[in-house]
């Protein structure tokens, strides 16, 4: 193809002949045989493109490359693409096909030598202005352009995913090294393609081909989808480092929530009819001291969420329940506001443990390094996957598989809703309190006034002085003899 500057109208017939351009356009890919439109139809749709061009050329092939038309032209077209119309199989009702155009030549070629290429984003902000032919252009450094640059769907799908695809022929550039990332038009895009040597991410090491051991984690996942799970972990962003495929249990974490929006979680899973078991990991939130909140109404905020949590303990006593308290072991001290509230919750869940029997409680007394920024770190979350593990020895099916450095991809990340109180639907900002309720524990009683009074006591007897104590030491407040359904470890 001559890349001279293009012809105009007005040029004679004899410098016309030396700078034509020549386009493709196959069909293929876009009707069958018998729903393609006649030729005539097809030399419209190309002229339209092409609309002052008095030497347009559209030549029908035949043979192994019927389906295609070549394209030659004195000038560039105004569009790279063109329309036609196709029957919808289920209707009958015509609908507008885009078919692309092409630089390159769809001939006859060895399929073993095929590479599809993903441009990654390549059809997203900016990138969605690019040619398609700039990109075909960029690509035959590297190969025969094949199938040209075009829009990428989700499999077995009609739904774009913001990536594109070419397909190029690398039969004679086996020597030219496709680049981990394209340049063009001041933009980078990544490249993924079958034999690419990758850094994986999930084992840190380069690869050619798939990673050994996301082979081995697929293989559990699938190995997973063939059990009756009938176990429920939901919790706050305590559990943002779990991977459930290790796991014989659905996990959940709903982030920034409190020990009753997270019985909301279970209320409203899909499957919550199947499950026996359930772990409901709280206390972070529930504990939270907000300024200028006095401790008494801290402590019938806490009163309040746990009453959804004592609510469906009674009503689902066919459930075996544990609360595993995620009130963060960091070195800070403590006022006397958070040395109370954290206190109480810890013991009011250890007091509905033995109060009922379909619920243990869990608090755990150390952990292998600090929590970072008030959350588990891996290790950390590892060793609260063994405290469940230990609780239930059905619970961990791979140890391999059971926490995940990429936070929130292996639990459902639910979003932050509903009433801690009530469980009403909403986004609420009082603390996750819909009006109703917050006026309804402005006049509420404390729930267990006893467990408040010794709180208060173990914090004056300690420090009179109202000295701030430091979180590591909030654990120690409670007698070991609590009995075997409150474990510490």
Same mark, same amino acid.
């Given at each position: 193809?001559?890349?001279?500057?293009?012809?105009?109208?007005?040029?004679?017939?004899?410098?016309?002949?030396?700078?034509?351009?020549?386009?493709?356009?196959?069909?293929?890919?876009?009707?069958?045989?018998?729903?393609?439109?006649?030729?005539?139809?097809?030399?419209?749709?190309?002229?339209?493109?092409?609309?002052?061009?008095?030497?347009?050329?559209?030549?029908?092939?035949?043979?192994?490359?019927?389906?295609?038309?070549?394209?030659? %032209?004195?000038?560039?077209?105004?569009?790279?693409?063109?329309?036609?119309?196709?029957?919808?199989?289920?209707?009958?009702?015509?609908?507008?096909?885009?078919?692309?155009?092409?630089?390159?030549?769809?001939?006859?070629?060895?399929?073993?030598?095929?590479?599809?290429?993903?441009?990654?984003?390549? $059809?997203?902000?900016?990138?969605?202005?690019?040619?398609?032919?700039?990109? $075909?252009?960029?690509?035959?450094?590297?190969?025969?352009?094949?199938?040209?640059?075009?829009?990428?769907?989700?499999?077995?799908?009609?739904?774009?995913?913001?990536?594109?695809?070419?397909?190029?022929?690398?039969?004679?550039?086996?020597?030219?090294?496709?680049?981990?990332?394209?340049?063009?038009?001041?933009?980078?895009?990544?490249?993924?393609?079958?034999?690419?040597?990758?850094?994986?991410?999930?084992?840190?090491?380069?690869?050619?081909?798939?990673?050994?051991?996301?082979?081995?984690?697929?293989?559990?996942?699938?190995?997973?989808?063939?059990?009756?799970?009938?176990?429920?972990?939901?919790?706050?962003?305590?559990?943002?480092?779990?991977?459930?495929?290790?796991?014989?249990? $659905?996990?959940?974490?709903?982030?920034?929530?409190?020990?009753?929006?997270?019985?909301?979680?279970?209320?409203?899973?899909?499957?919550?009819?199947?499950?026996?078991?359930?772990?409901?990991?709280?206390?972070?939130?529930?504990?939270?001291?907000?300024?200028?909140?006095?401790?008494?109404?801290?402590?019938?905020?806490?009163?309040?969420?746990?009453?959804?949590?004592?609510?469906?303990?009674?009503?689902?006593?066919?459930?075996?329940?544990?609360?595993?308290?995620?009130?963060?072991?960091?070195?800070?001290?403590? %006022?006397?506001?958070?040395?109370?509230?954290?206190?109480?919750?810890?013991?009011?869940?250890?007091?509905?443990?033995?109060?009922?029997?379909?619920?243990?409680?869990?608090?755990?007394? %150390?952990?292998?390094?600090?929590?970072?920024?008030?959350?588990?770190?891996?290790?950390?979350?590892?060793?609260?996957?063994?405290?469940?593990?230990?609780?239930?020895?059905?619970?961990?099916?791979?140890?391999?598989?059971?926490?995940?450095?990429?936070?929130?991809?292996?639990?459902?990340?639910?979003?932050?809703?509903?009433?801690?109180?009530?469980?009403?639907?909403?986004?609420?900002?009082?603390?996750?309190?819909?009006?109703?309720?917050?006026?309804?524990?402005?006049?509420?009683?404390?729930?267990?006034?006893?467990?408040?009074?010794?709180?208060?006591?173990?914090?004056?007897?300690?420090?009179?002085?109202?000295?701030?104590?430091?979180?590591?030491?909030?654990?120690?407040?409670?007698?070991? $003899?609590?009995?075997?359904?409150?474990?510490?470890?």
């Amino acid at each position: 193809m001559d890349t001279s500057e293009p012809a105009t109208p007005s040029t004679s017939y004899a410098n016309a002949t030396i700078k034509q351009f020549v386009n493709w356009l196959d069909i293929r890919g876009f009707f069958n045989f018998y729903e393609a439109p006649e030729f005539i139809y097809i030399q419209k749709a190309v002229k339209e493109i092409f609309p002052n061009d008095p030497k347009l050329i559209v030549q029908k092939m035949t043979g192994p490359m019927t389906g295609v038309f070549k394209i030659i %032209s004195l000038g560039q077209p105004v569009s790279n693409s063109v329309h036609l119309n196709r029957p919808d199989r289920t209707t009958g009702v015509a609908e507008v096909v885009t078919v692309p155009l092409s630089t390159s030549s769809p001939g006859k070629r060895s399929r073993e030598d095929d590479l599809l290429i993903t441009i990654v984003d390549g $059809d997203v902000g900016r990138a969605s202005s690019i040619a398609g032919r700039d990109f $075909d252009e960029t690509f035959k450094a590297f190969g025969e352009v094949v199938v040209p640059t075009k829009p990428q769907v989700y499999k077995d799908t009609s739904i774009y995913n913001g990536n594109r695809l070419i397909v190029i022929d690398r039969k004679n550039y086996a020597n030219k090294k496709i680049p981990d990332r394209l340049e063009l038009k001041g933009q980078k895009f990544l490249l993924k393609y079958k034999g690419k040597e990758w850094m994986c991410s999930s084992c840190n090491e380069l690869h050619k081909g798939p990673c050994p051991y996301l082979a081995e984690f697929y293989a559990q996942r699938a190995a997973k989808c063939e059990l009756e799970v009938k176990t429920l972990v939901v919790g706050d962003s305590a559990l943002r480092h779990v991977e459930n495929v290790g796991l014989k249990a $659905d996990v959940a974490c709903m982030s920034g929530a409190c020990a009753g929006q997270l019985v909301s979680a279970l209320e409203q899973h899909p499957r919550t009819q199947n499950f026996t078991k359930v772990v409901i990991a709280a206390g972070a939130n529930d504990t939270k001291v907000r300024t200028n909140v006095e401790t008494d109404e801290i402590i019938r905020l806490i009163d309040k969420s746990l009453s959804r949590v004592t609510k469906v303990v009674e009503e689902r006593d066919n459930i075996e329940f544990t609360i595993l308290n995620t009130i963060p072991p960091a070195e800070e001290p403590l %006022s006397q506001a958070e040395f109370v509230a954290k206190t109480y919750f810890k013991k009011r869940i250890e007091s509905l443990s033995i109060k009922y029997d379909n619920l243990k409680a869990i608090n755990i007394k %150390s952990y292998p390094e600090k929590w970072d920024r008030g959350h588990p770190t891996v290790k950390c979350t590892e060793k609260i996957i063994r405290v469940l593990g230990a609780q239930d020895e059905e619970l961990i099916l791979n140890t391999k598989f059971t926490t995940t450095t990429k936070m929130y991809r292996g639990v459902d990340n639910l979003w932050l809703s509903g009433c801690t109180g009530c469980g009403s639907r909403g986004l609420f900002v009082s603390g996750g309190f819909c009006t109703k309720c917050i006026g309804d524990i402005e006049r509420q009683e404390i729930a267990d006034p006893n467990i408040l009074d010794e709180v208060y006591h173990l914090y004056k007897a300690e420090f009179p002085q109202g000295q701030k104590r430091l979180r590591g030491d909030l654990t120690s407040t409670s007698s070991d $003899d609590d009995g075997h359904k409150v474990a510490k470890f």
